[in-house]
C-alpha cells in the first residue's frame, strides 16, 4: 500500500456573516488542499496550497486547530493511503481566483458548507471548526459561579 501526506485549509469569512469557502472538484465538493512538497511543513504546503487554487493570500490561521483525516483510495491500480493535515483559517476578502483544478466555489454558511461537502470526513472536519469558533458555551447560562478558593 502506498501512503500520501497532504494539508488544506478549512477558510471561513467573517462578513456580513460566518461563511466557510467550497470549491468545487469537478466530481465532489471539498476544502482547498494539495500535496505536501519537499522541505515544506504541512501549515507552509496549506497556505501554498490556498494561494494557487484561489488567489487568496492573507489567510490568518485559528491557533489550535489542526485536524488530520485519512482514507484510501486507488492510484493506478494501487491502493493508497492518504492523510490530510487540515487549518482552519480566516480571510478577509471575498474574491477567488481558481485554479484549473477547480471548476466552481460557494461562499457557504455552515447549515449550506455541511449540505455541499461530499465526503462525510469532510462534513466531520467542518463540524469541528463550527465548535472551535463558536467556542465553549458561555459561563453565564450555567447558573451562579462557585465562589472562589479562600
Known sequence: MGYEISA????????PQREYLILDYGSHWDFSKGH?????DPATT??????EET???DPRFIPGYEERMSYAYRRAGELMRKVVVYFL???AG????????????????FDAALARLTFPTAKELL???????????LASNAGPSPDPPA
Open 46 to 51: 496549506a497556505r501554498r496550497e490556498l494561494a
Open 8 to 15: 488544506g485549509v478549512i477558510l471561513f469569512r467573517s462578513v
Open 89 to 91: 483559517a480566516e480571510t
Open 55 to 57: 488567489g487568496i493570500q
Open 36 to 40: 505536501i512538497e519537499p522541505g515544506e
Open 94 to 109: 471575498a474574491e477567488v481566483v481558481l485554479s484549473h483544478e477547480h471548476c466552481g466555489y460557494v461562499w457557504a454558511s
Open 127 to 137: 463540524g469541528k471548526a463550527q465548535q472551535v469558533l463558536e467556542g465553549p458555551p
